[in-house]
């Protein structure tokens, strides 16, 4: 076998200028584009990196909002929970209070209506007491009440105290005694008078005469500064004061 050493020498170098063009023009290049794919790669792969610590971070925070939501959705229930039992609260207190106050303006209105009956009664029943009364004058025999009245008059001056009878018998031609008579008298009940009130108060007294049919029957006396009521009205009216006084001490 015989070797050309030219040949194999030409060849060699051939080789390695086709070594060294593939390593400047190929080699290099595509280790460039590798290394530059590479380093995108690892940015790819650095950026996927964080998204996902994004990701997880972004469920992270939906994950403590839902809780914080869940708490806050509570938090919101039980204070809507409490408003509305005080609410409850309040309006039962103020239903209560309703109710009481209506209750008791209807015992106030009850009892106003009920004193008002009880006082239409008492005037009705002093208007028919009146009557009776009335009645029973227009009944006696002439000079009966007369002489009974002046009877009790006379007592009733006697019975009164010192000062009183000496402020009566003060009486003048100026500023007399009114003697005020259910009706009028007549000269001889004038002059019955007149005794009757010297014996009372120990001396003749001036005095004059009016009726007033008001009295219904009976005989009072009249001054500047005293009234001596011996009078069926003022019977009447007495019997009206204690009725009514006693409604009102049952009343409270």
């Known amino acids: 076998m015989h070797i050309d050493w ?8 051939n080789v ?40 997880a971070d972004a469920r992270a925070a939906a994950d403590q909002a839902r809780a914080e939501i869940g708490v806050k ?6 204070e809507a929970r409490e408003a509305a039992r005080i609410e409850q609260k309040n309006l039962r207190a103020q239903t209560l ?19 008002a009956a009880e006082q239409a009664l008492i005037a009705r029943a002093s208007e028919l007491a009146v009557e009776i009364a009335e009645r029973l004058v227009g009944r ?11 009877d009790r008059l006379s007592g009733g001056l006697r019975a009164l105290s010192a ?54 029957a009976g005989i009072e006396l009249h001054s500047h500064n005293t009234i001596v009521r011996n009078s069926w009205r003022a019977d009447l009216d007495r019997i009206r004061q204690e009725l009514e006084r006693g409604e009102q001490l049952g009343g409270s």
């Open 6 to 13: 030219w040949t194999l020498a030409l060849q060699t170098v």
């Open 16 to 55: 390695l200028v086709l070594i060294w063009i593939l390593a400047r023009f190929f080699f290099r290049p595509v280790a460039d584009i590798v290394a530059k794919r590479q380093q995108e790669a690892n940015k790819l792969l650095s950026d996927a990196a964080a998204a996902r610590a994004a990701a």
């Open 73 to 78: 959705r509570e938090q919101l229930i039980a």
């Open 97 to 115: 209070q309703e109710i009481t106050n209506l209750r008791t303006e209807a015992q106030v209105a009850i009892a106003r209506d009920r004193a």
């Open 140 to 150: 006696l025999a002439p000079g009966t009440s007369f002489e009974t009245f002046l």
């Open 163 to 216: 000062d009183a009878r000496a402020s009566l018998a003060s009486a003048t031609a100026d500023q007399p005694l009114e003697v005020v008579s259910a009706a009028p008298l007549s000269d001889e009940e004038i002059e019955h008078v007149g005794r009757a009130l010297k014996e009372a108060l120990g001396s003749e007294i001036a005095f004059k005469c009016r009726s007033n049919p008001h009295l219904i």
